[in-house]
């Protein structure tokens, strides 16, 4: 058990998805218990742990610098979407794509003026555009996604379930539309999450303290580690 458990980690870490997850998971748990080492008074703990996280978060933008060219690839493949189920998950996947092509030079741009490579006499407009794009990329994705479980409910229904009751593919379908319900819960958390790095007065925009960011993060990277592992062994099955 304990082999295997190594394993499927390694299996993990092996991936650049699977160690973002890592990655990420770590960058907002430890924000989370640096908040509340704060709260408690610890401040020395609190300040490590703030310390980690800050790291964490750098290296999650150091790697997307990268990120560009294996977006190129995805959207060469997914062309106008038309391998969506249906017209409308085609058209937000192809704004999703142009959304996400702006946002990838925007965040190298805020990278560079961040390690002060570049000047930037408005850095912060820089910041509010990143934000924006992130908001919009993840309400497209989200909106897809709650379009998706729509189109697999009327497929599911369309199924005589009484004849098909103990059918490996109703099976399947049903574990699919759990999976794509998993995924709008998180998706729902980021989207909160990411709206609150917008500029004060655009929706809740700095409302959120760091236990508040840390809470959402760490829940949200829980659910997508989760995810990472329940759809490896849905696609074994």
Same mark, same amino acid.
């Given at each position: 058990?304990?082999?295997?458990?190594?394993?499927?980690?390694?299996?993990?870490?092996?991936?650049?998805?699977?160690?973002?997850?890592?990655?990420?998971?770590?960058?907002?748990?430890?924000?989370?218990?640096?908040?509340?080492?704060?709260?408690?008074?610890?401040?020395?703990?609190?300040?490590?742990?703030?310390?980690?996280?800050?790291?964490?978060?750098?290296?999650?933008?150091?790697?997307?610098?990268?990120?560009?060219?294996?977006?190129?690839?995805?959207?060469?493949?997914?062309?106008?979407?038309?391998?969506?189920?249906?017209?409308?998950?085609?058209?937000?996947?192809?704004?999703?794509?142009?959304?996400?092509?702006?946002?990838?030079?925007?965040?190298?741009?805020?990278?560079?003026?961040?390690?002060?490579?570049?000047?930037?006499?408005?850095?912060?407009?820089?910041?509010?555009?990143? *934000?924006? $794009?992130?908001?919009?990329?993840? @309400?497209?994705?989200?909106? +897809?996604?709650? #379009?998706?479980?729509?189109?697999?409910?009327?497929?599911?229904?369309?199924?005589?379930?009484?004849?098909?009751?103990?059918?490996?593919?109703?099976?399947?379908?049903?574990?699919?539309?759990?999976?794509?319900?998993?995924?709008?819960?998180?998706?729902?958390?980021?989207?909160?999450?990411?709206?609150?790095?917008?500029?004060?007065?655009?929706?809740?925009?700095?409302?959120?303290?760091?236990?508040?960011?840390?809470?959402?993060?760490?829940? *949200?990277? $829980?659910?997508?580690?989760?995810? @990472?592992?329940?759809?490896? +062994?849905?696609? #074994?099955?």
């Amino acid at each position: 058990m304990g082999e295997k458990i190594l394993q499927e980690i390694c299996s993990m870490l092996d991936t650049y998805t699977g160690r973002d997850k890592i990655v990420r998971t770590l960058c907002y748990t430890t924000k989370l218990v640096s908040a509340i080492q704060a709260e408690k008074g610890n401040d020395d703990l609190s300040k490590k742990f703030a310390i980690f996280s800050t790291k964490m978060s750098q290296t999650r933008a150091n790697l997307r610098l990268f990120d560009d060219i294996p977006m190129i690839q995805y959207t060469k493949e997914y062309g106008w979407g038309d391998k969506e189920p249906d017209q409308l998950m085609a058209v937000i996947g192809v704004l999703t794509n142009v959304i996400d092509h702006l946002y990838y030079p925007v965040d190298k741009i805020c990278w560079l003026i961040e390690q002060k490579i570049i000047e930037s006499k408005k850095p912060e407009r820089w910041d509010t555009i990143n *934000s924006i $794009l992130w908001v919009s990329s993840i @309400y497209l994705n989200l909106m +897809k996604t709650i #379009r998706l479980v729509q189109v697999m409910r009327l497929h599911r229904e369309s199924i005589d379930k009484v004849e098909n009751e103990n059918s490996v593919a109703l099976n399947k379908l049903e574990a699919k539309e759990r999976m794509e319900k998993i995924s709008i819960l998180r998706l729902t958390l980021d989207f909160v999450h990411a709206a609150s790095t917008l500029p004060h007065g655009w929706l809740w925009g700095g409302k959120f303290s760091n236990l508040t960011v840390g809470a959402i993060g760490s829940t *949200s990277s $829980l659910i997508g580690l989760y995810q @990472y592992f329940a759809k490896k +062994k849905l696609a #074994r099955n």
